[in-house]
């Protein structure tokens, strides 16, 4: 019998939080990795340096490319140099409230980011090669009732972030109706982990009040405590991303836990899990938590985390690919929590 050919993935973002998830479950899939990475005048490989050796090379299944998606010369080269099965286009300006300083920098990366590999694809004639583009619930913006959303919601996106995830994701559709090209989108809500970025509100609360407890920080400042979100563990979401290029035909999938939770209700948890006890008292930018224990104001409202418009509310119906890619969530909020804080803990 023949030896089975290893399938080849090209990971764009591959030094991100949902990067690092994605290689090691492709890694256990027996898939040979490449993975584009940016220059910086830092390593920035922290997320993947348990799965290669960046000195001497010895995981011969992984390999890094330096990249930029805002260079399409490069970006055709290393596809054309790898000629993957499957592209996963995780590469992104991905913070919105920083969308709303840099928008032009955004759309370029976030927007045009995703028409640049697709181009490539299709000049390349890639008949085979599969495309994932990483959309984003931020798409859905302002949303008219607060129910589950599914694929079929209309968007109105909020920020620069989302308009540019819009620009990507009809991109993709418009790829696939076009030129055949197996285009997908994952619709993907929040998801967080212990290597979520330190900007993003929930590693912010977990590493925020780990530190008050241990006396390294004082206070936390925040910004809207009312935003509501549907918050996942993005070792979970990164098993959808495969899932969603292994279906039959290419198609656009929510992927979430369909829970939602407030800001001020994700602190309160953290707080609790931490034997913290808090007392909220004020309103609006006065609003504050006092530790009952010291009589401290530990958290209090900052004017400068908030956005010019706000996406209030976002919960995901996952029923579609619940029942077509037979996916679900593992984990809770509740257990992303706890791995936060166990993680936190451990390496503070
Ligand atoms: P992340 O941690 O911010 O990772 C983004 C990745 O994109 C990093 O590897 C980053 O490299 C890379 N990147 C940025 N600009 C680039 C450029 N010009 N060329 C090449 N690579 C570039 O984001 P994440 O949370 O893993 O999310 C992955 C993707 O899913 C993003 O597209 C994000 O917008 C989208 N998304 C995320 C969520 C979520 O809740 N996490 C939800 C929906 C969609 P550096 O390390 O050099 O910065
Ligand atoms: O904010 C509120 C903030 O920055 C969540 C990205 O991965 O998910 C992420 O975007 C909520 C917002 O995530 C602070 O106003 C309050 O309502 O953690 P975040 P996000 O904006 O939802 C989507 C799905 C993506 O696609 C994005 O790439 O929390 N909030 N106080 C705060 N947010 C931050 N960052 N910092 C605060 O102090």
Redesign the pocket.
Known sequence: MGKVKKKIALI?????????YLAEILLKKNYIIHG???R?SSA?TE?IDHLFDSLNFTNKNFYIHY?????GTSTLNIINKIKPDEIY???????VRVSFDIPEYTA???AL?ALRILEAIKILKLKKTKYYQ?????MYGLVKKRKSLNEKIHFHPRSI?GVS?VFAYHTAVHYREAYKIFACN???????SP???PT?VTKKIVQGLVRIKNGQQKKLSLGNLYAIRDWGH?KD?AISMWKILQYKKPEDWVIATNKEYTVKKFVTMVAKKLEISLKWKGKGLNEKAIDTHTGKIIIDVNSKHFRPSEVDFLKGDFSKAKKLLKWKPALSTDELIDDMIDFEISNN
């Open positions: 764009f973002g591959i030094t991100g939080q949902d990067g690092s584009v990475k940016r910086s920035n997320r990249g930029d998606i805002s260079d286009n995780l590469a992104a300006q991905s913070h370029d990366i976030t980011g990483a959309s984003s619930s931020e972030y995830k994952g619709i993907l809500f929040n998801h967080e290597r979520r970025g993003f993005a979401y």
